[in-house]
């Protein structure tokens, strides 16, 4: 899975490299790996997603098992979660901080087994997750091992996904619920499918291991979805889908310097699991205090896309700062999220984004910007 060469710093290549080479992608170094920007063009993937299906691969994410006798409490000490609790075959949304309360990353972790938990990271984060748990083992009777490198990860999302995957594995997909994931077979091979996702839309990922069976599963789902709809999607598309759907991105609403509760993820911190955790007193007095920020949702009166790092003015005067920005094709307009200062009325309106010395008229609105139909 790496790139040709000996030069280690060189970006790495998932096993669908060549394959995404064959469908005329636009290829990028993004953390570190050589993937897929867009295909026929964001706008057609974005909509294919919402009204149809689209394929994603998400190879370049991190996987780290935990193993051994106390990989619950271990788990349960090391990130803000209650993960001892997650019953074996479902999956938790959580984030893994530092003592100070900060986010280093925000993970979902599946329960394999009773001692065999899955903890799946951020691409650009893979490496400080896997150190900071190796870490927080010392003690426990358990053991942390980074098996990124033996997975590939395909993602199918949208209103179409089940029907395009469901003659292709033995799974009764009815059966599996939303967060939740089990051994299966996809075109004969045998994968966790779980039923999660980053587009507000509903679907499933795929993680295979041996890594080198995902072209093989990627041709049988490209040519059962053809019929219905189904196209490959980029980066591009997954990060509106995402935006359109509030949900956060490391980098971005999550970092180093924010806290869940920053982002208004504090239901993720379960102070009522037994024993101490990792920044929990941190946290405690984040909850106390509340957030000194908070994150809210912008629509633009115009056309001008919002993007990153633009100010947000009120009465002249900068309140907040933009963390994501885009044109939103189930819209039909720029929209951002954007940390302001907690003390702000967001209801009182005359909200003004500076684009490059330009203010755009903006409204807020509650994420997340976009809601799929049951």
């Known amino acids: 899975m790496t790139a040709p060469g000996n030069d280690p710093s060189a970006p790495r290549r998932t096993p669908l490299h060549d394959v995404h080479a064959d469908l005329g992608a636009t290829l990028v170094d993004f953390a570190g790996w050589i993937m897929p920007l867009r295909y026929s063009g964001e706008r057609a993937e974005h909509t294919a997603v919402r009204e149809r299906a689209g394929l994603f691969d998400l190879s370049h994410m991190g996987e780290i098992h935990i193993t051994g006798p106390q990989a619950a409490d271990l788990l349960d000490h090391a990130l803000v979660g209650h993960l001892s609790k997650v019953t074996t075959g479902r999956a938790r949304y959580t984030m893994i901080t530092a003592d100070d309360g900060g986010v280093l990353d925000d993970l979902i972790v599946y329960r394999l087994a009773d001692d065999d938990f899955l903890v799946v990271a951020n691409a650009a984060n893979s490496g400080t997750v896997s150190r900071a748990l190796t870490d927080r083992a010392a003690g426990f009777d358990a053991r942390v091992e980074d098996r990124s490198a033996e997975y590939a990860l395909i993602a199918i999302q949208g209103p179409e996904a089940a029907a395009i995957l469901a003659p292709l594995t033995d799974a009764d997909l009815a059966q599996i619920r939303y967060y939740a994931g089990y051994a299966h077979t996809v075109a004969g091979h045998p994968v966790l499918l779980a039923r999660t996702g980053y587009t507000g839309e509903d679907g499933?990922?795929?993680?295979?291991?041996?890594?080198?069976?995902?072209?093989?599963?990627?041709?049988?789902?490209?040519?059962?979805?053809?019929?219905?709809?189904?196209?490959?999607?980029?980066?591009?598309?997954?990060?509106?889908?995402?935006?359109e759907a509030g949900m956060p991105l490391y980098g971005n609403e999550l970092t180093a310097g924010t806290t869940p509760f920053d982002a208004g993820q504090g239901r993720v911190v379960k102070f009522d699991k037994p024993g101490d955790f990792v920044g929990r007193a941190a946290l405690a007095e984040a909850a106390e205090s509340g957030p000194a920020r908070r994150l809210i949702g912008l629509v633009a009166r115009g056309r001008r896309p919002l993007r990153k790092g633009n100010d947000v003015l009120l009465d002249g005067r900068r309140v907040g700062v933009t963390t994501s920005g885009a044109p939103s094709p189930t819209l039909g307009r720029p929209i951002a999220m954007a940390y302001v200062d907690a003390d702000v009325d967001t209801a009182a309106g005359g909200f003004v984004v500076d684009v490059r010395g330009r203010g755009e008229e903006v409204d807020v609105v509650e994420l997340p910007f976009y809601t799929r139909k049951a």
């Open 204 to 243: 499933f990922e795929i993680f295979i291991r041996p890594g080198t069976d995902a072209p093989e599963i990627w041709a049988a789902l490209l040519a059962a979805g053809e019929p219905r709809g189904l196209v490959p999607a980029g980066l591009s598309a997954r990060d509106t889908l995402r935006l």
